[in-house]
Nanobody
Framework: QVRLVESGGGLVQPGGSLRLSCTAS????????MGWYRQVPGNERELVAA???????HFGDDVKGRFTISRDNAKNTVALQMNSLKPEDTAVYYC??????????????????WGQGTQVTVSS
């Protein structure tokens, strides 16, 4: 089990910046990738950004060049720096941890864990 606790979020004007942070606890040794997704009512949850343990990153097309993601493996944290925010960035943002484990029977299993979500609202 992995528990994810998010912080940050809130209300910001268009063009402003926000920083989201997420801390993982529990069985963190199996975390392969951490990242952020977002969701607005009526839409599917979409990838915002993700980063692997080795530092490889991936961004959703809508946020490339505006958002950055960083990770501290020692502290099991991931942060999302959001700059040049737009009203269309308004959503609930969820921290995600993708975990791969090998069971005692040598089976490889993977799991997705989610934080509780934090609201980001971009509005004047």
């Amino acid at each position: 089990q992995v528990r994810l606790v998010e912080s940050g979020g809130g209300l910001v004007q268009p063009g402003g910046s926000l920083r989201l942070s997420c801390t993982a606890s529990g069985s963190v040794s199996g975390i392969v990738r951490m990242g952020w997704y977002r969701q607005v009512p009526g839409n599917e949850r979409e990838l915002v950004a993700a980063i692997t343990r080795s530092g490889n990153t991936h961004f959703g097309d809508d946020v490339k060049g505006r958002f950055t993601i960083s990770r501290d493996n020692a502290k099991n944290t991931v942060a999302l720096q959001m700059n040049s925010l737009k009203p269309e960035d308004t959503a609930v943002y969820y921290c995600n941890a993708y975990v791969v484990v090998v069971t005692s029977a040598d089976e490889v299993k993977d799991f997705d864990y989610w934080g509780q979500g934090t609201q980001v609202t971009v509005s004047s």
